[in-house]
């Protein structure tokens, strides 16, 4: 008998909060349905962010066909944001514990079992590690792309980006997790998300569990996926406005921010101050920081061609992808210091 058969096993609430996402939504839900955990103690709570596309249907058909649920909840979120989604979610959420899921990801079949099993060992908040995925029937740009988002040079350094090889046994303790798992007691103690940041509101959570006393704890037991955007264009696009959402955010939590975050703006704020430099006629800042960047880039774009299997003619863009996507990150985080410091001098937030 397992440490979770000789205990009474909680109410699961499970949320998902989804915008357009007739294209994953599918298969997240299929996940749901064939968790082990019995599905008679699993709330799920389904909210739909003003979708366009076949979303609201898919989570109907699930409401209807998925009946051996303790309930399915539907829920219209007209503000469209994910904080404002998920603190719908948080106020019909009727579970001993509270688990956030993301549409755009995948979980194996223990997964709510393993994280159960975790909070168990006297944990508050669980969570474990999210390597990225390729979409189904990837083409090869795809799983190019697949390799930039699964680099530290193209992704942050935060330790739920990988795989983990630790040991279940040794507890580690992190600064946020990804698909998180809390406690009913931790959601009342540290209240609903901040609808103001629209991008960062996880980080800003993570941040006030820790101030509020709570460790957040990181093992390998509990695993999911993210499937990567299926285009360069989606990629850049999510790399700018979490940029934006950096800047806005020192401006609100500065402490849920951390140095790694910034260092795309810092790489943006060099080359604007080359360039400048260069126009006044000094040449040799620019061309350093052009030597070194380029370097690295080559470096880490030639250590990551490995990792695509079978090999591709288009990964000889990897030197290409990495700055676009940097550049995109820092203007975005310009964007949004510029505009927080102009909100904060209004007196907004």
């Given at each position: 008998?397992?440490?979770?058969?000789?205990?009474?096993?909680?109410?699961?609430?499970?949320?998902?909060?989804?915008?357009?996402?007739?294209?994953?939504?599918?298969?997240?839900?299929?996940?749901?349905?064939?968790?082990?955990?019995?599905?008679?103690?699993?709330?799920?709570?389904?909210?739909?962010?003003?979708?366009?596309?076949?979303?609201?249907?898919?989570?109907?058909?699930?409401?209807?066909?998925?009946?051996?649920?303790?309930?399915?909840?539907?829920?219209?979120?007209?503000?469209?944001?994910?904080?404002?989604?998920?603190?719908?979610?948080?106020?019909?959420?009727?579970?001993?514990?509270?688990?956030?899921?993301?549409?755009?990801?995948?979980?194996?079949?223990?997964?709510?079992?393993?994280?159960?099993?975790?909070?168990?060992?006297?944990?508050?908040?669980?969570?474990?590690?999210?390597?990225?995925?390729?979409?189904?029937?990837?083409?090869?740009?795809?799983?190019?792309?697949?390799?930039?988002?699964?680099?530290?040079?193209?992704?942050?350094?935060?330790?739920?980006?990988?795989?983990?090889?630790?040991?279940?046994?040794?507890?580690?303790?992190?600064?946020?997790?990804?698909?998180?798992?809390?406690?009913?007691?931790?959601?009342?103690?540290?209240?609903?998300?901040?609808?103001?940041?629209?991008?960062?509101?996880?980080?800003?959570?993570?941040?006030?569990?820790?101030?509020?006393?709570?460790?957040?704890?990181?093992?390998?037991?509990?695993?999911?996926?993210?499937?990567i955007r299926p285009s360069l264009s989606a990629?850049?696009?999510?790399?700018?406005?979490?940029?934006?959402?950096?800047?806005?955010?020192?401006?609100?939590?500065?402490?849920?921010?951390?140095?790694?975050?910034?260092?795309?703006?810092?790489?943006?704020?060099?080359?604007?101050?080359?360039?400048?430099?260069?126009?006044?006629?000094?040449?040799?800042?620019?061309?350093?920081?052009?030597?070194?960047?380029?370097?690295?880039?080559?470096?880490?774009?030639?250590?990551?061609?490995?990792?695509?299997?079978?090999?591709?003619?288009?990964?000889?863009?990897?030197?290409?992808?990495?700055?676009?996507?940097?550049?995109?990150y820092g203007i975005g985080t310009w964007k949004?210091?510029?505009?927080?410091?102009?909100?904060?001098?209004?007196?907004?937030?």
């Amino acid at each position: 008998m397992n440490h979770l058969e000789s205990v009474k096993k909680p109410k699961i609430s499970v949320g998902i909060i989804a915008l357009n996402e007739e294209e994953y939504l599918p298969d997240m839900l299929s996940c749901i349905q064939a968790q082990d955990y019995p599905h008679h103690l699993i709330q799920v709570v389904l909210v739909d962010s003003s979708s366009e596309d076949a979303t609201p249907r898919i989570m109907k058909d699930f409401a209807a066909q998925a009946t051996d649920f303790e309930s399915i909840t539907l829920l219209p979120n007209p503000g469209k944001t994910l904080p404002k989604g998920f603190n719908l979610f948080l106020n019909s959420a009727t579970g001993e514990i509270i688990v956030r899921l993301d549409a755009h990801a995948r979980i194996p079949n223990n997964f709510l079992s393993q994280m159960v099993t975790v909070l168990h060992e006297g944990e508050d908040v669980v969570g474990g590690p999210r390597p990225t995925v390729t979409p189904k029937n990837a083409t090869a740009w795809q799983r190019v792309l697949h390799t930039v988002e699964e680099s530290l040079f193209g992704a942050s350094i935060a330790k739920y980006r990988g795989e983990s090889k630790s040991d279940a046994n040794a507890p580690q303790y992190v600064k946020s997790v990804f698909h998180p798992g809390y406690r009913r007691s931790v959601i009342d103690k540290v209240g609903s998300f901040n609808e103001e940041l629209t991008r960062t509101e996880d980080n800003d959570y993570s941040y006030r569990i820790r101030k509020a006393g709570y460790k957040i704890r990181f093992d390998s037991r509990i695993h999911s996926e993210q499937v990567i955007r299926p285009s360069l264009s989606a990629m850049i696009r999510q790399k700018y406005h979490n940029g934006y959402w950096i800047g806005r955010t020192l401006f609100v939590q500065p402490g849920c921010v951390e140095v790694y975050h910034l260092v795309p703006g810092a790489f943006v704020l060099a080359i604007a101050l080359g360039i400048a430099l260069r126009l006044r006629g000094v040449k040799l800042p620019l061309r350093l920081l052009a030597a070194s960047y380029g370097t690295a880039d080559l470096a880490l774009s030639a250590l990551s061609l490995p990792t695509l299997n079978p090999p591709t003619s288009k990964a000889a863009a990897l030197p290409l992808i990495f700055p676009a996507l940097h550049i995109a990150y820092g203007i975005g985080t310009w964007k949004g210091i510029v505009e927080g410091a102009y909100r904060a001098f209004r007196g907004k937030k």
